[in-house]
């Protein structure tokens, strides 16, 4: 019996929430009988043991490689491309531009499908200066010659219409696919930590790549302002460049015994679903995956009102704080509200949109 075949390209599976959300799409698409590829450009990153089962994994490069780059990965595409023949070929990230590439280089008929997880403008603007004009006119080029263009959110694809000149028109929005069974279960199980056997110090929580869109600084400046008022802890979950300019922060604002920051950890639910408030402090995002997690473990959120994303998420504050980007002082005053008791929890209608199985269905309605 003919099965439908597809990849998903990625330059490798770190920690972040565009790679996990490609995994739930991939567990998505084989619940449903469909051969899936996992490729990547480099075969390394915390959720390589993530993998659906049903899934293959296919490494064009080997993590002891020399070179990391993931544009050195375009020969092997091009012959994976040749070879495999996959009817859809979906990538995100640095892999967008290598899949178009490689389709054209292959001559194969497979649909290149480009997914866009960010704020391209506020990512452009961190690359070095040399570098933001030639990826803007990349992305001008080469992104209108693939099939489909999917942004995860309207202020994504508003956005990267607008910053880079594409036809709106070609760019779709599908939400992530963030929620399943499995999360339910993970978080249903208490974190190993002391911490967690207290349940009468409330717990800060936050969640992210150490990196400067997560903007992690500010949240320590707030929770100092927030500790001077309430007896409570802060947990961030997640590895990055960051972590010494923190650690170095933490110490001066004297939080050492009030934050840990346990590094990537395999199962952040458990972590989520027994805190007390979840605080997204980002200065910019796409369709923050976490956010969306918190809100089905049922805690109370703060976000900064970045593009893109947490509006949409929380539907104009409907399901959620929303704050200013970069200010301390309102960050404070909502963690104190969140904490007290004066944020609802959330609704299960606030992310039954963002299911695995929703997700999959308007996927595979388009791809197929």
Same mark, same amino acid.
Request: with cysteine; charged share 20%.
């Given at each position: 019996?003919?099965?439908?075949?597809?990849?998903?390209?990625?330059?490798?599976?770190?920690?972040?929430? +565009?790679?996990?959300?490609?995994?739930?799409? *991939?567990?998505?698409?084989?619940?449903?009988?469909? #051969?899936?590829?996992?490729?990547? =450009?480099?075969?390394?990153?915390?959720?390589?043991?993530?993998? &659906?089962?049903? =899934? %293959?994994?296919? +490494?064009? %490069?080997?993590?002891?490689? %020399?070179?990391?780059?993931?544009?050195?990965?375009?020969? $092997? #595409?091009?012959?994976?491309?040749?070879?495999?023949?996959?009817?859809?070929?979906?990538?995100?990230?640095?892999?967008?531009?290598?899949?178009?590439? =490689?389709?054209?280089?292959?001559?194969?008929?497979?649909?290149?499908?480009? /997914?866009?997880?960010?704020?391209?403008? @506020?990512?452009?603007?961190?690359?070095? &200066?040399?570098?933001?004009?030639?990826?803007?006119?990349?992305?001008?080029?080469?992104? &209108?010659?693939?099939?489909?263009?999917?942004?995860?959110?309207?202020?994504?694809?508003?956005? #990267?219409?607008?910053?880079?000149?594409?036809?709106?028109?070609?760019?779709?929005?599908?939400?992530?696919?963030?929620?399943?069974?499995?999360?339910?279960?993970?978080?249903? %199980?208490?974190?190993?930590?002391?911490?967690?056997?207290?349940?009468?110090?409330?717990?800060?929580?936050?969640?992210?790549?150490? /990196?400067?869109?997560?903007?992690?600084?500010?949240?320590?400046?707030? !929770?100092?302002?927030? *500790?001077?008022?309430?007896?409570?802890?802060?947990?961030?979950?997640?590895?990055?460049?960051?972590?010494?300019?923190?650690?170095?922060?933490?110490?001066?604002?004297?939080?050492?015994?009030?934050?840990?920051?346990?590094?990537?950890?395999?199962?952040?639910?458990? !972590?989520?679903?027994?805190?007390?408030? !979840?605080?997204?402090?980002?200065?910019?995002?796409?369709?923050?995956?976490?956010?969306?997690?918190?809100?089905?473990?049922?805690?109370?959120?703060?976000?900064?009102?970045?593009?893109?994303?947490?509006?949409?998420?929380? @539907?104009?504050?409907?399901?959620?704080?929303?704050?200013?980007?970069?200010?301390?002082? =309102?960050?404070? $005053? *909502?963690?104190?509200?969140?904490?007290?008791?004066?944020? &609802?929890?959330?609704?299960?209608?606030?992310?039954?949109?963002?299911?695995?199985?929703?997700?999959?269905?308007?996927?595979?309605?388009?791809?197929?």
């Amino acid at each position: 019996m003919y099965k439908k075949k597809m990849s998903i390209f990625l330059p490798g599976l770190y920690g972040g929430g +565009a790679e996990r959300i490609l995994l739930n799409l *991939a567990e998505g698409f084989t619940a449903r009988g469909i #051969l899936v590829d996992i490729v990547l =450009a480099q075969n390394e990153g915390e959720f390589t043991k993530q993998i &659906p089962h049903k =899934a %293959r994994l296919v +490494a064009l %490069r080997e993590k002891n490689r %020399r070179s990391l780059r993931t544009i050195t990965a375009l020969p $092997s #595409l091009v012959r994976y491309l040749k070879y495999e023949k996959p009817e859809i070929l979906l990538s995100a990230l640095h892999g967008n531009l290598l899949a178009v590439w =490689a389709k054209m280089i292959a001559r194969t008929s497979t649909r290149v499908v480009l /997914t866009e997880h960010n704020t391209f403008s @506020q990512e452009n603007r961190v690359m070095y &200066p040399r570098l933001k004009r030639v990826n803007q006119l990349l992305v001008k080029w080469f992104y &209108p010659l693939s099939d489909e263009i999917i942004a995860v959110s309207k202020g994504v694809a508003d956005d #990267l219409a607008g910053t880079v000149g594409i036809n709106r028109n070609r760019i779709k929005v599908i939400y992530n696919p963030i929620i399943n069974d499995t999360l339910f279960v993970k978080a249903s %199980r208490v974190p190993d930590h002391a911490w967690y056997s207290n349940s009468q110090i409330p717990i800060v929580i936050s969640i992210g790549r150490l /990196t400067e869109q997560k903007d992690f600084s500010t949240l320590l400046d707030a !929770f100092r302002i927030a *500790a001077d008022q309430i007896n409570a802890r802060l947990v961030i979950l997640g590895e990055g460049e960051e972590r010494n300019l923190l650690t170095r922060k933490i110490e001066d604002l004297g939080l050492q015994e009030m934050v840990l920051m346990p590094g990537f950890v395999d199962n952040p639910y458990a !972590f989520l679903a027994h805190s007390s408030v !979840f605080v997204l402090s980002s200065k910019w995002e796409g369709l923050p995956t976490v956010l969306v997690e918190a809100m089905a473990c049922g805690l109370p959120v703060v976000a900064t009102d970045c593009p893109s994303g947490p509006r949409e998420i929380l @539907q104009d504050g409907k399901f959620g704080r929303l704050i200013p980007v970069g200010d301390p002082v =309102a960050l404070s $005053s *909502a963690i104190l509200d969140g904490v007290n008791g004066k944020i &609802p929890r959330p609704p299960d209608e606030s992310w039954n949109d963002f299911t695995v199985k929703h997700t999959a269905d308007q996927y595979l309605s388009l791809l197929f």
